[in-house]
């Protein structure tokens, strides 16, 4: 197979939300198709009419990152390093693990 025919089938791939290979390059967890979307928001949709008003229920996992939850970076700098750059912009971070 010729370069170019790898990197148009790579691009199929990467453009098809059921293939691991989409999955990876949009850092989801798992594949996912257009109906399984569809049958989930649905059952979310069910389960919140259905719920009692006081006790909201939690919506079914999706397998791409919620854009409104607190993201916390990776780092190859080790514990005192972080604290140590984090003291120097202000914030009063302690030395010990425990406090």
Do not use: C
């Not at 691991?20 to 049958?39: G, L, M, T, V």
């Not at 928001?41 to 939850?69: E, G, I, S």
């Not at 970076?73 to 406090?99: F, K």
């Amino acid at each position: 197979m010729p370069w170019s025919e790898a990197v148009r089938l790579t691009r199929v791939l990467s453009d098809d939300p059921t293939s691991r290979i989409a999955a990876a390059a949009h850092d989801w967890d798992r594949p996912w198709s257009f109906e399984w979307a569809a049958i989930v928001d649905l059952f979310d949709l069910t389960h919140q009419v259905n719920a009692d008003k006081r006790n909201k229920p939690k919506p079914y996992p999706r397998p791409w990152r919620d854009p409104n939850a607190r993201r916390r970076g990776r780092t190859n700098l080790n514990r005192d390093e972080v604290i140590a750059i984090l003291n120097a912009h202000g914030h009063a971070i302690g030395g010990s693990p425990h406090g």
